[in-house]
């Protein structure tokens, strides 16, 4: 039990290499000014599907509280390696994502992670 806790703690914890990320920066122009994909009108339900339930919610092991804009800020720059690429290892158990959610998430992170 002991090694399987440590496994999970260590499949949780792992971090990609960070990526610099122009939306964080604050040094960021749209690059699908087109795509009104946002936070709240998008993005917000699909981190609701598959990442708060059990995991980023402030209260399990996984690091961050997604279930707010301010709470999921800091990790957008992990998406990519994270959630958007084809072997990415999140959300655990259900990586990777369709192709047509993660090409949303990727273009509201290439917008500049809008809330609104």
């Known amino acids: 039990m002991a090694i399987f806790c440590q496994m999970l703690w260590i499949r949780c914890t792992k971090m990609a290499k960070e990526s610099p990320n122009a939306a964080a920066s604050g040094m960021c122009s749209a690059a699908f000014p087109e795509k009104q994909v946002t936070y ?3 993005v917000k339900q699909i981190i609701s599907s598959y990442c708060t339930n059990s995991c980023h919610n402030g209260d399990a092991l996984a690091p961050g509280d997604f279930r707010t804009y301010q709470g999921i800020l800091p ?9 958007i690429q084809d072997r990415a290892d ?27």
Do not use: H, K, T
Request: proline fraction near 10%; charged fraction near 20%.
């Open 40 to 42: 709240n009108g998008y």
């Open 75 to 83: 990790y957008v720059q992990q998406f990519y390696f994270r959630v």
């Open 90 to 116: 999140m959300p655990q158990g259900d990586a990777p994502l369709p192709r047509s959610i993660r090409d949303s998430l990727n273009i509201w992170i290439e917008n500049c992670a809008p809330e609104n």
